[in-house]
């Protein structure tokens, strides 16, 4: 069991659009599995994108609404349904927003051995599959938050009230 150490906010990864993969071969399926470990061993965990361990690739795991998996290179279509619930993420560990996001969402990318791989979920999957599909595009979830939202959620993490992550 390999877990990775997860990059925190102020890691320039984390702002970085992600490599799109080109080459599936056992170098790829050791991150997948290592993403999987970091997952698993996680507090909190929904999902874990390859630049919150400090890979730049198009890649991310998902543990959600009993669902569990990868992605890679993964596009989005999104419902129209909207849902307001909290999130979080191991990046920002220990803050928690109401995130706007689709209610449905359904991610088309391939696994891991290139084969063609589409997920359909709502729900909190569906928040899930958003979320870590942002880390892929260099964003965060605080960057989708508005008005006062935002506002707090910047105050609380200029003054460093997010906790670290516990293992």
Not at 55 to 77: C, K, M, W
Not at 136 to 149: K, N
Request: glycine share 10%; hydrophobic share 35%; aromatic share 4%.
């Amino acid at each position: 069991m390999t877990m990775r150490p997860i990059r925190i906010i102020g890691d320039p990864v984390l702002r970085t659009p992600a490599a799109p993969v080109t080459s599936f071969d056992a170098e790829l399926r050791a991150l997948v599995a290592d993403l999987m470990d970091t997952l698993l061993g996680a507090p909190g965990r929904a999902g874990v994108a390859a630049p919150q361990i400090g890979v730049s690739a198009q890649v991310f795991v998902y543990d959600a609404d009993g669902h569990r998996g990868h992605l890679i290179n993964p596009t989005l279509e999104l419902g129209d349904d909207r849902q307001d619930d909290d999130e979080g993420c191991l990046s920002i560990p220990g803050l928690y927003f109401p995130t706007p996001r689709a209610m449905r969402a359904t991610a088309h990318g391939v696994d891991q051995d290139g084969q063609p791989l589409t997920i359909t979920g709502t729900g909190f999957l569906a928040r899930a599959l958003q979320h870590e599909t942002d880390h892929l595009a260099g964003r965060l979830y605080v960057d989708t938050l508005r008005g006062e939202t935002r506002r707090r959620a910047l105050r609380e993490m200029r003054s460093g009230r997010y906790a670290p992550p516990s293992r």
